[in-house]
């Protein structure tokens, strides 16, 4: 096994989080019970904040990089886990206060591993990544609300070219539910309606601050943008419905009223990928195992070396990238 590699490290600079390429040795590892020889990560939002300094993800310095990570167990202190195991890692703190994914090796505490399903390859896996199964997630949660039917009322997913978006259109249009995609990027149209969706409407359309209980439109929702964008779903959404919101890449804020709660009953359910306990996991992955059409997500998925890291945050950051953008880490 060849005991030194490359990784993307955050460092402190003059009080500021900056990243870039370093060397390390296995031995420069925590001291975690499993070493995963780690064969794909991924960027996400959070990645780009984390590797462009434009966020402080990393709570504690030095830090490496990236929130996930599919590849092999090499060696195990844990009876749970043997070499030769093939897992994923979504969240657990990773990058913000556990060393993260971008570099050959890592090594990760037992409870942080999950399965990989027979029919994914690492790379696939992180195609999925932390996007994709946040967006499993916001669908399980969704279904167990009762809200959504196959057939039934629309299902607004905002945000719909990225990651999140691109996933949860697939997975809700597997199951027969009508999705309408919301999206800034009109050359996108195609490429959604291809995923699944069958209605597309203008992203603008729903940052413009509007009454607190507007027109019913939505059964449910998949929201990864928040700010207004989620207060205009959530006044859209019909009676009893319910938002399923995990991501703020418009923003944090939300200028709402209770009316759509106590006159609608509309629900407002919050996901949370990073700390989800393993059965919530395992249920994600089975339906993307399940529901996942290989050519969709062969559609939404670009392949990057991790040496082009830099300029892929600055571009997720941006709004330039599409689907899933997955890192070759030995490259």
């Given at each position: 096994?060849?005991?030194?590699?490359?990784?993307?490290?955050?460092?402190?600079?003059?009080?500021?989080?900056?990243?870039?390429?370093?060397?390390?040795?296995?031995?420069?590892?925590?001291?975690?019970?499993?070493?995963?020889?780690?064969?794909?990560?991924?960027?996400?939002?959070?990645?780009?904040?984390?590797?462009?300094?434009?966020g402080?993800i990393?709570?504690?310095?030095?830090?490496?990089?990236?929130?996930?990570?599919?590849?092999?167990?090499?060696?195990?202190?844990?009876?749970d886990?043997?070499?030769?195991?093939?897992?994923?890692?979504?969240?657990?703190?990773?990058?913000?206060?556990?060393?993260?994914?971008?570099?050959?090796?890592?090594?990760?505490?037992p409870?942080?591993?999950?399965?990989?399903?027979?029919?994914?390859?690492?790379?696939?896996?992180?195609?999925?990544?932390?996007?994709?199964?946040?967006?499993?997630?916001?669908?399980?949660?969704?279904e167990?609300?009762?809200?959504?039917?196959?057939?039934?009322?629309?299902?607004l997913?905002?945000?719909?070219?990225?990651?999140?978006?691109?996933?949860?259109?697939?997975?809700?249009?597997?199951?027969?539910?009508?999705?309408?995609?919301?999206?800034?990027?009109?050359?996108?149209?195609?490429?959604?309606?291809g995923?699944?969706?069958?209605?597309?409407?203008?992203?603008?359309?729903?940052?413009?601050?509007?009454?607190?209980?507007?027109?019913?439109?939505?059964?449910?929702?998949?929201?990864?943008?928040?700010?207004?964008?989620?207060?205009?779903?959530?006044?859209?959404?019909?009676?009893?419905?319910?938002?399923?919101?995990?991501?703020?890449?418009?923003?944090?804020?939300l200028?709402?009223?209770?009316?759509?709660?106590?006159?609608?009953?509309?629900?407002?359910?919050?996901?949370?990928?990073?700390?989800?306990?393993?059965?919530?996991?395992?249920?994600a992955?089975a339906?993307?195992?399940?529901?996942?059409?290989?050519?969709?997500?062969?559609?939404?998925?670009?392949?990057?070396?991790?040496?082009?890291?830099?300029?892929?945050?600055?571009?997720?950051?941006?709004?330039?990238?599409?689907?899933?953008?997955?890192?070759?880490?030995?490259?």
């Amino acid at each position: 096994m060849t005991d030194r590699f490359t990784a993307f490290v955050i460092e402190d600079a003059n009080g500021k989080p900056k990243g870039g390429f370093k060397e390390l040795s296995v031995a420069d590892l925590p001291d975690h019970e499993v070493l995963v020889e780690i064969a794909f990560s991924a960027l996400n939002y959070k990645d780009g904040l984390a590797v462009s300094g434009k966020g402080r993800i990393a709570r504690k310095l030095p830090m490496v990089a990236g929130i996930d990570l599919a590849g092999t167990v090499v060696e195990s202190r844990a009876p749970d886990w043997k070499p030769g195991d093939r897992v994923v890692v979504n969240g657990w703190g990773l990058s913000e206060t556990q060393w993260g994914a971008y570099g050959r090796f890592q090594r990760v505490k037992p409870e942080w591993l999950t399965r990989l399903p027979d029919v994914f390859t690492p790379e696939q896996a992180m195609a999925i990544g932390t996007a994709g199964y946040t967006a499993s997630l916001c669908v399980d949660a969704l279904e167990d609300r009762g809200v959504i039917q196959p057939g039934g009322g629309e299902v607004l997913v905002t945000g719909a070219a990225g990651g999140v978006g691109s996933v949860a259109i697939a997975l809700l249009a597997a199951r027969g539910y009508p999705v309408t995609a919301s999206t800034g990027r009109p050359e996108q149209a195609d490429y959604l309606k291809g995923l699944g969706a069958t209605g597309i409407v203008e992203r603008a359309s729903l940052l413009e601050k509007g009454a607190p209980l507007q027109k019913e439109r939505w059964a449910g929702a998949v929201d990864s943008v928040g700010g207004i964008t989620l207060v205009n779903a959530l006044s859209q959404t019909v009676y009893g419905g319910a938002v399923a919101a995990c991501g703020l890449a418009g923003s944090t804020d939300l200028p709402t009223t209770v009316l759509p709660f106590i006159l609608r009953g509309v629900a407002l359910l919050g996901i949370d990928s990073v700390m989800a306990p393993a059965a919530r996991r395992e249920r994600a992955w089975a339906r993307l195992a399940r529901d996942l059409d290989s050519g969709k997500l062969a559609a939404m998925t670009t392949v990057e070396p991790m040496s082009k890291l830099p300029e892929l945050a600055d571009a997720i950051l941006a709004g330039k990238t599409r689907g899933r953008v997955v890192i070759d880490v030995n490259r």
